[in-house]
């Protein structure tokens, strides 16, 4: 029998602001920085400690806990109808290296508070309920992000992304081997198994929800985005003999670069976003006129066709500037732009008006792991405000009505699609 408005209500009242701000802040004790955020980037010691306590709160819960072959945790509670493929709500524990408290930690938060409501109110579903820490959502150590839950939906992808090294050195496969040898035994999951739905609470990244006053973002997909690795191979020369007009120098050439690929990006309306995050030169040694650089690049835009007339300008605009030096354009990841399902943001639309929380419809610019799971199942998303839009940042900031708010309206349209 489908849960009635006013089991729904009942529900969102079992939501506790204080135990969800309780959560965050024993979460944020794993990888805290001096200014107030976290460095927990996949699969570290600080990733691991926060997915075993995790583990630890799906046990008090008595929900099964299981792993899939990426490393992404499924914490379960059972529907009537276990058969059924279940309803998830999740994010990621894994965070940048100066990242905040709330980013992907506040989508698996509000998926526990979630269940601790179910068993306040005593709210059996049809349905089996999961939520999911997904694997290496941010993408720092190892790249590209929203890695596990691509490999999650496209298990074809399995082994090459197992075999990405990471940025000390390590691959995923072995840090992925150190926290199997930690987490003890678990169920397996296997990948691209059935969903019914997925919703995902996250903060929104951005000031509009603050601008405009309201608390409930009822997302309706995410823009596109193509990701690059830039490799610029010059000569490695002494820097004080070598004469100036026979260098081959990387840096000089991936600089010119940088700034005649933000010259064809540059946007009058301000809705495209390209980034270069990370620059290294090689071997980096003062004296050395550097011969190897390789940068990244984060292009997106909500248009499809300009991303593709754009994206396919920069290897020709990096290699027109290249001057003596060679470069390489490798093309790492590409995702259209993704439109999350009607009917699922019509149940997020009335959840938060069932708590009269304001709302308004809105596009993520950030990416999601909902982006992959809205290729296998009905999918939406849920933003909360963060203070100033601003993340990625240590000092990244949320209210804890607000997250309750948030976490609110999941628990409610999590119940009514697991009916
Ligand atoms: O890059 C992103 O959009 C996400 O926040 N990792
Ligand atoms: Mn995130
Ligand atoms: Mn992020």
């Not at 306590?53 to 992404?72: F, H």
């Not at 709210?123 to 999961?130: A, P």
Request: hydrophobic residues 40%.
């Amino acid at each position: 029998m489908a849960l009635t408005d006013a089991d729904l209500s009942r529900l969102a009242a079992a939501v506790d602001e204080e135990r969800l701000w309780q959560m965050h802040m024993e979460m944020a004790k794993f990888g805290a920085t001096p200014l107030g955020g976290v460095c927990r980037e996949c699969l570290t010691p600080e990733d691991i400690q926060a997915r075993l306590l995790l583990k630890r709160w799906a046990e008090e819960l008595g929900c099964d806990v299981s792993i899939d072959a990426i490393g992404n945790m499924f914490v379960r509670r059972n529907g009537s109808d276990t058969a059924a493929p279940p309803i998830a709500t999740g994010s990621h524990l894994d965070s940048q290296p100066t990242g905040g408290k709330f980013d992907g930690a506040y989508g698996v938060l509000a998926g526990i508070e979630m269940l601790y409501a179910l068993r306040d109110a005593n709210i059996q579903t049809e349905r089996s309920i999961e939520v999911i820490n997904f694997t290496n959502e941010e993408g720092g150590r190892f790249q590209p992000g929203v890695m596990g839950s691509q490999v999650f939906v496209r298990p074809n992808e399995l082994e090459r992304m197992l075999g990405v090294v990471g940025t000390d050195g390590v691959t995923m496969a072995e840090a992925l081997a150190g926290f199997m040898a930690e987490v003890g035994p678990v169920n397996t999951k296997p990948l691209k198994a059935p969903f019914a739905g997925f919703v995902e609470a996250h903060i929104e990244q951005a000031p509009r929800l603050e601008e405009t006053g309201n608390i409930i973002g009822v997302v309706t997909g995410i823009q596109g985005a193509r990701k690059y690795q830039v490799t610029v191979r010059g000569e490695e020369a002494h820097s004080g003999t070598m004469p100036m007009r026979r260098r081959k120098d990387s840096v000089l050439a991936a600089s010119k670069m940088v700034v005649a690929l933000h010259e064809l990006m540059a946007d009058p309306d301000d809705l495209t976003r390209f980034n270069v995050g990370r620059f290294q030169a090689y071997p980096g040694a003062p004296s050395v006129v550097p011969g190897q650089v390789r940068f990244s690049i984060d292009f997106r835009c909500p248009n499809d066709d300009k991303r593709e007339v754009l994206g396919n300008r920069i290897a020709e605009v990096c290699s027109t500037v290249a001057g003596p030096c060679d470069v390489e354009v490798l093309e790492i990841q590409r995702a259209e732009t993704t439109p999350f399902d009607q009917g699922v943001m019509q149940v997020i639309a009335r959840a938060a008006d069932r708590i009269n929380c304001p709302r308004m419809d809105l596009l993520s610019g950030a990416a999601h792991d909902a982006r992959n799971m809205a290729r296998i199942c009905p999918t939406g998303m849920v933003f909360i405000p963060c203070e100033g839009g601003i993340s990625h940042n240590e000092v990244e900031s949320a209210t804890p009505s607000d997250l309750a708010a948030g976490a609110r309206v999941i628990a409610q349209t999590v119940a009514e699609m697991a009916g």
